[in-house]
């Protein structure tokens, strides 16, 4: 996913757009997208969930706050995500815009109309939990038995796999590498030297420090799913 990009209509799931877009043949008002500022906030955990987000353009970043005041990221959102749709009463995290973003609203009431009677919605929302339920475990697996690198390369690999780069290609990263510490359980400075580890094994360039380019997806894949590929 490249962010702060406009995301084509071929990328927005067809019952996403049949649900967002208009006018429609019902009459349907259309939904526009409400920009957000770099660090503005979606919503904030333990508000009422009134609405459910899908994401545009950009990027967002989920957390919430732990007994003791600790902030803990719990993921990233973009093009095509949307976000808040297992909520119940109230949003179980805070969203925050990482870059310039824009997300469509879709209230609560809406929402569960369109469940109740649109097929290709309720589908879509079904695709929509499962992959939240593959993230989850995903994550599980991440911060479990890996090392600092392996984390790190699962990490790009899976970011790299979400924005459609399978091979060589290049992409943003929206988080810094405080988000990225925050997110895998490690230090920033754990997660810069592996950052430069793998870029002097030529597996990845850094263009910019928010860019990355991969170099060499399949050692890259070693590193994340095969403990001491590289260490």
Not at 87 to 95: D, P
Not at 191 to 201: C, D, H, Y
Request: hydrophobic share 45%; proline share 5%.
């Amino acid at each position: 996913m490249q962010v702060a990009r406009a995301l084509p209509a071929s990328a927005v799931p067809a019952a996403v757009r049949a649900a967002s877009d208009a006018p429609s043949a019902t009459g349907e008002l259309e939904i526009l997208p409400r920009l957000y500022r770099g660090k503005e906030m979606v919503y904030l955990e333990d508000e009422p969930a009134d609405f459910a987000y899908l994401v545009v353009e950009g990027a967002v970043r989920l957390h919430r706050t732990t007994p003791d005041g600790r902030r803990q990221l719990v993921g990233f959102a973009g093009p095509g995500d949307w976000l808040a749709v297992g909520a119940g009463e109230a949003y179980s995290h805070t969203a925050e815009a990482l870059v310039e973003s824009r997300l469509k609203p879709l209230s609560r009431a809406e929402f569960d109309r369109r469940m109740r009677e649109d097929r290709g919605f309720l589908n879509e929302m079904m695709k929509t939990a499962a992959s939240k339920l593959r993230e989850a475990e995903e994550q599980m697996i991440l911060l479990g038995q890996r090392s600092a690198l392996e984390k790190v390369a699962a990490f790009l690999v899976g970011f790299a796999r979400r924005r459609g780069v399978c091979g060589r290609g290049e992409f943003r990263l929206p988080m810094d590498r405080a988000d990225i510490a925050d997110y895998l359980g490690l230090t920033i400075e754990t997660v810069s030297r592996k950052f430069t580890q793998l870029k002097v094994a030529g597996l990845i360039g850094l263009p910019t420090p928010s860019w990355v380019r991969i170099r060499d997806m399949s050692a890259l894949e070693r590193i994340a799913f095969e403990a001491g590929a590289l260490q």
